[in-house]
């Protein structure tokens, strides 16, 4: 993006989402904030069941009920878009924020050619005439490297493999060029061969559209190729977010610490991985203070039992903002609000 | 898909075989033909005769040869009760079960599917619960209860619709139709709508859950992702993924119908197949019988090749042979 704008393009400000059960609510996702630049690829990273997809979801308007949004604000460059009436929220799915899905196999309808799926996109947003958009449909698939884009654009899905799907897929959510991306676990469905293919693909296109991208992922591994910043995430809160490098090198929360000891390296082969004990705790039973507190190797370092007792909020760590209470001085004490994020 | 129908044809004709063979097979349980059509005083020598006129000293299976022959020219010999051709008697009545069962399919369908999409959509409205339990009634009470409600109500109280028989009927070549006279579409209401019941409320449940199902799958929630409408999303996406299943219970239920019209047909004293074939049954009328059943199995077969070949048209990934698959 040539001019940097005042607002940020994406702002999550304080997002909670709940699950109504029977025995009260599950909260999923628990006050996050952050924000996505103009053009920035946000990487979100977390084990199974942080909320990381969830949060995705939320963004584009498609918490699955009964998911919903409890509290907090989500405002696309500058609007709140969260509490939008369903048809106004329509127009932004696939014109604003678009949304590439996990499983390239299951994304698309069987019944129907890629084309007649890439055209309706194209026709919902744009005001191009049915030729044009065909045109541009074909543009499209040039672009996310399918070969021989126009006879393969009145193929059906099962006529394309994995990796190729994918690549529909993308050019789906390309299809009306969005300024945003959700590209929840792109690649955890394909081949390790093809994954890099698809995350070059998705950088390089979102490089070339200026597309900021909020890419869900497990894998550290993605993360540090693509992302400009990166957001952990644990038990619906943020860990720590900062900018990829810092957070990969110096990490600052000792759950980040730990996620970094346990990505193998080709260099230290025969060196044990390093592994956080324990598992994340169950939505209905997230520990008081910090969730992380009972898998934690240094709750005893921090004094007067803050960990077990109080919640630590997001703050300046390092380079980095780490919600943890290792990283609030002493002498702040509980002066938390006067150290603004 | 020109191996698949040439496959499913030869199928097609082994089951006929087999249900010719049955049909066959009625005419040994009744006795011996031939002193049901001669004399108790006929000689021996006479029966010996008679036997070999009609053929009856050949072995089996070339008596069986005989029937497919006759069969295949539409010749199942003469009713005994009636004393005419059966064919001719099936032909007369043919018309009358086929306009029963298609108004009684169109109704299936016409009401079905849009009351199974919008229980769907409409899943936790009251209105979708009322019809849902509405349907229970469809699905668990018989037939001919229904058919007698409706003509008490109908038919006994309201007095608007007629309570048995056709109407006035017109004449277009050897078929014979309802539909062109006011009597003959009032005539057709309860009939149908008894006969519909059932596959409706099938119909609707079927549609309901498969839409569910649908809804719930990757590509909707990617179609929704992309912002199309719900129109859009329900009719053009969703819709169309569940038809496979409808198609083949409409199928089934089609060929069910025409088959099982006898109950209604009793009820409404309809002239059509399946009252011919209740009487027969009842005057042991073995050709009528046999010919009855050579033409459900008929009827049967034919609709579920169409069905098959109605899968091909509506799912791309079953005519993967016409096109090459591709890869990286």
Redesign the interface.
Known sequence: MSSTPAVPLLQVKNLRIEFPTRRGNLTAVDDISFDIAAGEVLGVVGESGAGKSLTGAAV?G?LEPPGRIANGEILLAGRRIDNLPFEEL??????EI??I?Q?PL????????IGRQII??IE??LDLTHAQARARAIELLNEVGIPAADR?ID??P????G??RQRV?IS??L??NPKLIIADEPTTALDVSIQAQIITLIKKLCREHGTAVMLVTHDMGVIAETADRVAVMYAGRIAEIGPVAEVIHSPQHPYTIGLMGAIPSVGDAHERLAQIDGSMPRLSAIPKGCAFNPRCTRVNDVPNHRCTTERPELLPAGKTKAACWLHVSAAAQTDKQAVTA | MLAFIARRLLQSILVMLTVGFIAFSLFNFVGDPVSLMLPPEATQADRDEVRKSLGLDKPFYTQFAVFVQNALQGNFGISLRLGRPVSQLLTERLPATLELVGVATLLALLVGIPVGIYTALKRDHWSSQLLLTGSLIGVSLPNFLIGIFLIVIFAVWLGILPSFGRGDTTQLGFWSTGFLTVSGLKAVILPAVTLGFYPVTLIMRLVRSEMLEVLRTDYIKFARARGLSNQAVHFGHALKNTLVPVITITGLQLGGLIAFAIITETVFQWPGMGLLFIQAVQFADIPVMAAYLCLIGFIFVTINLIVDTLYYVVDPRLRMETSSAGGH
């Open positions: 584009i498609l329509r127009k932004i799915r696939g014109r678009g949304a899905f499983d299951t994304s698309l309808n069987p019944l129907y050619t309706e996109t919902t947003h393969r193929h059906y099962h006529q394309f493999s990796g190729m897929v789906l959510a299809a009306a």
